[in-house]
């Protein structure tokens, strides 16, 4: 969903940092090759992921739903010396195509890939992360919250993506996976752990911060 006049979207692009070139190719080769080009961050969204990794200075940063890497390499711009991103996808098909481009930004060494279920992988990975990209299968947002709670330190920020779901949460009648996404929403809003904020960048991305 559009949440902004095409102009303005133009606009937004045009007095931005603009995209690398590195990034510019992995959008391209995700279109191409990709099925969903769509569900790609793309450049407004990855200079926010990028700009709060680095204003965070992570040194932990765990990302659910990898795609094709572009969320990744944006996270992964913030990370301290001695950080670490993890990253974890169930679709083995795209694991070669994000390799490449982690070792062609350099960041290769600070990424590590899990493929496979989150929900299994996620209880694995024992240390605290300060900074949560969740932006995989709608219908487990909250299960990734609630496993993911007591791995985060104080003050740190979970990102999720699409939690407006082209404005379709405001529809009488849900779909499976609007449903899920609006109890997540109720979820995290009533939750006295948590800060939340919505905001309405591409299909809303909710902040949260932990108390």
């Not at 590195?22 to 990709?34: D, F, Q, V, Y």
């Not at 290769?108 to 299968?137: E, R, V, Y």
């Not at 791995?151 to 996976?177: M, R, T, Y």
């Amino acid at each position: 969903m559009d949440f902004l006049d095409q102009k303005l979207s133009n606009y937004i692009d045009q007095h931005s940092q603009e995209e690398t070139p590195l990034l510019k190719s992995l959008s391209r080769e995700t279109h191409l090759k990709a099925l969903l080009p769509q569900m790609l961050s793309g450049h407004p969204q990855g200079l926010f992921l990028s700009m709060i990794s680095k204003m965070i200075k992570p040194k932990f940063v765990l990302e659910v739903g990898t795609y094709t890497g572009y969320s990744a390499i944006c996270l992964a711009q913030g990370l301290i010396k001695g950080g670490h991103l993890h990253t974890i996808d169930i679709n083995e098909e795209l694991h070669s195509l994000c390799l490449n481009y982690f070792k062609e930004s350099g960041l290769d060494q600070f990424i590590t890939q899990h493929i496979g279920d989150a929900k299994n992988i996620i209880p694995k990975l024992d240390m605290s992360f300060d900074l949560i990209f969740i932006d995989a299968d709608k219908q487990n947002y909250a299960v990734y919250f609630d496993l993911i709670i007591d791995k985060l330190n104080s003050g740190a920020i979970i990102l999720v993506d699409n939690v407006l779901w082209s404005g379709k949460i405001l529809n009488d009648k849900k779909d499976k996976d609007t449903q899920a996404i609006h109890d997540f929403n109720r979820k995290v809003h009533l939750d006295s752990r948590v800060e939340n904020l919505i905001l309405p960048i591409r299909d809303g991305i909710s902040i949260l911060r932990v108390k």
